[in-house]
């Protein structure tokens, strides 16, 4: 099982390094290089969401007027709090008051759009080759039996989708088939994805309400557990269903329960299926902060016998948050594991450069 976190994203060209913390200390030298235009479509972390550095979100900020006056707390949350807890202090204090429930609402449309344009821009601006791409193909290689390779992201955007591409994948247009369209790459959304949609199971009016229109009504809206695929803030596509559609997107809070996950009930079954005969786990840029996620795995993996967790390969940033992710991941989940490896995992580049996905598959 491979899980990819925002990091993963964020450090998802092998041409297009991530930038380099600046430091205090100022060196003599020539001027630093005029910054690269293609920095602004870079995948963002989390507590990037919606600080919008680079002025390229500022029409969807506009479009969702109920998100203008919760901007300021979430581009600067308060001090030593993170955007998820931001995120869920707000949900706490959406209890009882509708207007906050609006604007959450507002939240999963913003998301929605960022990820739709990111994608496509990232994209365009890497030729579309990226380090997913080269992940998994050095695991098709190794993996000569043939056997399945659960890829769980957490990622709104499509890059993990776009490279499975060139693997013969061809996703399906209905949700519920597409973890097993492929006979080795089976690949999970928890909390959701930018192209998916969830089909309302009653309207608050006899019409079909655009978006703004749907903010506004948030409280009387209940949700399905019907998905497709659709750009649901796209005029040509968002009417095309039998029922109202918004986008099926998790609003990223930091107790992350299943409440808050944003996956068809198709897809937690088949993921618990697979969950026994897991043998081998590689996070990539995954802070392992999902606690419901978490006790999936602490409850559904195997224990021990003929089939127990032989492998854990955690990449970070550098080797100090990969050891302790790993540390807390191991706690969290109750395992013991035979094989570990944290080091020399720095980030997503690094890593299938030096192709370590080798330790995955050894004895």
Known sequence: MVIFGAGASYDSSPDFAPPQPQGSIVVPGPP???PDPREAWRPPLANQLFRDPHAIFGDIVQAYHKLRPIMDPLRRPASGMSVEQA??????????DPERTRQLFSVRYYLHDIFLRVTQKWLERTDRISNYGRLLDQIRHLNRAGAPVCLVTFNYDLLLDDALVSFDYTKPQEVKLQPDAHPMFKVLKPHGSADWARLITSSPTRSRLQPGQLIE???EIQLSDNYVTANATDPHQMFKFPQTIVPAIAIPVQTKTEDYFEWPATHRDFFLRLLPSV???LTIGWQGKEAHFLNLLREHLPHGGVTQL???QVVGK????ASK???EFTEQIRRNIMHTYTDRTEGFSNFVRQEQVGFFFKD
């Open 87 to 96: 995120l869920e202090s707000l949900l706490l204090e959406a209890n009882g």
């Open 32 to 34: 630093p290089a005029p």
């Open 217 to 219: 009504h948030a409280q």
């Open 279 to 281: 043998k081998q786990i």
């Open 325 to 327: 992710i790993s540390k």
């Open 318 to 321: 550098d080797t100090d948050e």
């Open 310 to 312: 032989t492998h854990l």
